[in-house]
Every structure is written in C-alpha cells, then in structure tokens.
C-alpha cells in the first residue's frame, strides 16, 4: 500500500482541515516538537484504514474543541495498491455512529501513469457493503490484514 494524500478535519489535535499530498514521496521522515501532531498523521491512516487508533474511545478522536461546537472528526485517505486506486472516507461525531465509505477508482487507465498519479480526475466506484462492519471487512480483505497485524 502506498499512502497518496491524506486530508483530516477536527481529528485529535487537528481542528483545522489538513491535507497531505506524498504523491512522489519515496523516503520521508516526520519532524517536529512535541504536540505537533506527528503521531496524529499516523493516527489518522489506522484510523481510517481500521477505525482504531491510540484514542481509548472512539469518541475521543473528535477533537475537543470541535466536538464542543457538534463538528465531527473526518479522515480522508486515498492510496495506491498494486495499480488500483482506493479512497477510505471515515467520520465520527461525539455521541453519534461511526461512517465508513469506501471507494476504488473505477478508471484507472491513465490516473496512475505518471508520476503526479492525477487523483482529481478519478471517478470513483463505492466498494461499500452497506453495513459499517461488512465494509470493514471489505478494506481488510483488500489489505489482507487488520489493526492489530
């Protein structure tokens, strides 16, 4: 699997949407101070991926200042995985369901040929089992393991 670009909102110590772009990233390193949300950005692809992260409930990924004005936390991560295109949407509002939406490109000729992997032209093919738990099922089948792995 190979992360192409990340987006969170009002998730853990980001309030603020967020977007990351590793399109033509091949070896990176996370620096920063302590509480610079470094930890985060890896949070937020388990998360979305899994819907686990270090939080110890699922309410305490919305962020505390968000969740005080009834916003809910949001995780966009679209990856690459042998030549296939997948988007993983996942939200939570405090008190409320967990979504999961999951996405494959469904035209991928050409999107992936160079490098820029041109990611605003996909169209995109829910790949959803209806349920949250069936969808669930359906990214660990397609990564062939889970959170805990």
Known sequence: MI???LKLSNFLS???TTSLDFRGIHLACIAGPNGAGKSTILDAMTWALFGQCRSRSDDEVVNKLAAGQGKAAEVH????????LYRIIRRKGVGKAMSLDFHVAAEVDGLLDDVAYN???AKWKALGEGRLRDTQAAVENLLNMNYET
């Open 3 to 5: 992360p192409l670009s």
């Open 119 to 121: 990611l605003e032209a």
């Open 14 to 16: 980001y309030r603020q």
């Open 77 to 84: 991560l679209v990856f690459d995985l042998e030549g296939g």
